[in-house]
């Protein structure tokens, strides 16, 4: 069974940095499309970083410069660092990975960014 869990979230003024987590309960070597997602309230799910296929890194232009996505093989552990946080990066954060034919999903950790 592959499980995703996320953590880390916060309240945090702005200006501010956090770090959250995703640990899996299965190999990273196992898992393709690694990726951090957010939903701000009232609002769609956007994917804001993710691992390209060629090992690169992707993020959308609103957290570029200030996001950076990294992972642990050893701890199987995915990381969002975010710094210089803004009010408008308050959203649930979601972590998600495929595996096999099948794609996974932390349960969400909050961030709220206050002004």
């Known amino acids: 069974q592959v499980q995703l869990v996320d953590s880390g979230g916060d309240l945090v003024q702005a200006g501010g940095s956090l770090r959250l987590s995703c640990a899996a309960s299965?190999?990273?070597?196992?898992?393709?499309?690694m990726a951090w997602y957010r939903q701000p309230p009232g609002q769609a799910r956007e994917m804001v970083a993710k691992?390209?296929?060629?090992?690169?890194?992707y993020y959308v232009s609103s957290v570029k410069g200030r996001f950076t996505i990294s992972r642990d093989y050893a701890k199987n552990t995915m990381y969002l660092q975010m710094d210089s946080l803004k009010p408008e990066d308050t959203a649930v954060y979601y972590c998600?990975?495929?595996?096999?034919?099948?794609?996974?999903w932390g349960q969400g950790t909050q961030v709220t960014v206050s002004s």
């Open positions: 299965v190999s990273f070597r196992s898992m393709d499309n």
């Open positions: 691992f390209t296929s060629y090992g690169g890194e």
């Open positions: 998600n990975a495929d595996a096999g034919t099948n794609s996974y």
